[in-house]
T-cell receptor, first 116, second 113 residues
Framework: GAGVSQTPSNKVTEKGKYVELRCDPI?????LYWYRQSLGQGPEFLIY????????DSGLPNDRFFAVRPEGSVSTLKIQRTERGDSAVYLC??????????????FGPGTRLTVL | KQEVTQIPAALSVPEGENLVLNCSFT??????LQWFRQDPGKGLTSLLL?????REQTSGRLNASLDKSSGRSTLYIAASQPGDSATYLC????????????FGKGTKLTVNP
């Protein structure tokens, strides 16, 4: 079946602009996660949705970052007034039953964001 | 705060060698540990998941072990192949059993033909 998809695959923007990154999780997966990966680093958690609600947004770096999942499926990560330090690969993952110890997160290919 | 460390940061071996990648974590109250593979410019692929009640998991030439009490895991790759070249990432749940994953920086493996 189809995996996690993310669009666009690459996004180049200018400092100060607004961007939206989209994630389509695996069908039926109730949990959705956003991570950010800088060069040479492991992914860092941003936000976790269970259904439509943000169950944990403790990783969002500041109030310029916001994410929504209005119908419990597709999610959009929104970044206002982008800064050069926001440049990174933004990864989305989904999972079926996050409360189970056997649950695995399935990752999308990521969106590479470059802020000039 | 859960922290994950992976050693070495990079490893280069000739084809056919057996090798071990190391992962350590600071909070031993985890319910599982996962090893992922990441190819350049790609997302992450889950390789092995070990539940806290298990000591090891095997998949083909890969074997992962977990010692919760000491906060360590190893990934053993037997008879390495050039196609194994990638970055290997270890991940555990956040502090207090959070659903989010905390990752190490990874080990970049190069297997030379």
């Amino acid at each position: 079946g189809a995996g996690v998809s993310q669009t666009p695959s690459n996004k180049v923007t200018e400092k100060g602009k607004y961007v939206e990154l989209r994630c389509d999780p695996i069908s039926g997966h109730t949990a959705l996660y956003w991570y950010r990966q800088s060069l040479g680093q492991g992914p860092e958690f941003l936000i976790y949705f269970q259904g439509t609600g943000a169950a944990d947004d403790s990783g969002l770096p500041n109030d310029r970052f916001f994410a929504v999942r209005p119908e419990g499926s597709v999610s959009t990560l929104k970044i206002q007034r982008t800064e050069r330090g926001d440049s990174a690969v933004y990864l989305c993952a989904s999972s079926l039953r996050p409360t189970l110890s056997t649950d695995t997160q399935y990752f999308g290919p990521g969106t590479r964001l470059t802020v000039l | 705060k859960q922290e994950v460390t992976q050693i070495p940061a990079a490893l280069s071996v000739p084809e056919g060698e057996n090798l071990v990648l190391n992962c350590s974590f600071t909070d031993s109250a985890i319910y599982n540990l996962q090893w992922f593979r990441q190819d350049p410019g790609k997302g992450l692929t889950s390789l092995l998941l070990i539940q806290s009640s298990q000591r090891e998991q095997t998949s083909g030439r890969l074997n992962a072990s977990l010692d919760k009490s000491s906060g360590r895991s190893t990934l053993y790759i037997a008879a390495s192949q050039p196609g194994d070249s990638a970055t290997y990432l270890c991940a555990v749940p956040g502090q207090g059993g959070s659903e989010k994953l905390v990752f190490g920086k990874g080990t970049k493996l190069t297997v030379n033909p």
